[in-house]
């Protein structure tokens, strides 16, 4: 079992930055991969990056691919996603997702999920 608990969601104009943070308990093997989705109103959920915890590879959604940046840091066991030149179409949940299957970005190859933060970007 892993319990994961995001952090660090908020409103932001277009152009700012955010972090968003979280933090798995529990289970710490490092075979997992890491990731985050996100949901709009309306929309399906969208895979947003993801992160090996034992290699460090990285993939992201095209959306966001060159403006957010998945990272982990070991010592503190947590994971982020820099977000910088948010635009109002990033306005969405965010969930921190965990899996023991492949890196990718599809919803149904992870297993364990956060709660959500909101993010939400102004014009």
């Known amino acids: 079992q892993v319990q994961l608990v995001e952090s660090g969601g908020g409103s932001v104009q277009a152009g700012g930055s955010l972090r968003l943070s979280c933090a798995p308990s529990?289970?710490?093997?490092?075979?997992?991969?890491m990731a985050w989705f996100r949901q709009a109103p309306g929309k399906e959920r969208e895979g947003v990056a993801v992160?090996?915890?034992?290699?460090?590879?990285?993939t992201y959604g095209a959306s966001v691919r060159g403006r957010f940046t998945i990272s982990q840091d070991n010592a503190k066991n947590t994971f982020y996603l820099q977000m910088n030149s948010l635009k109002p179409e990033d306005t969405a949940i965010y969930y921190c997702?965990?899996?023991?299957?492949?890196?990718?970005?599809?919803?149904?190859?992870?297993?364990?999920w956060g709660q959500g933060t909101q993010v939400t970007v102004s014009s």
């Open positions: 529990g289970d710490t093997y490092r075979g997992y991969y």
């Open positions: 992160i090996s915890r034992g290699s460090g590879y990285t």
């Open positions: 997702a965990a899996g023991r299957l492949k890196p990718s970005l599809r919803d149904a190859d992870y297993i364990y």
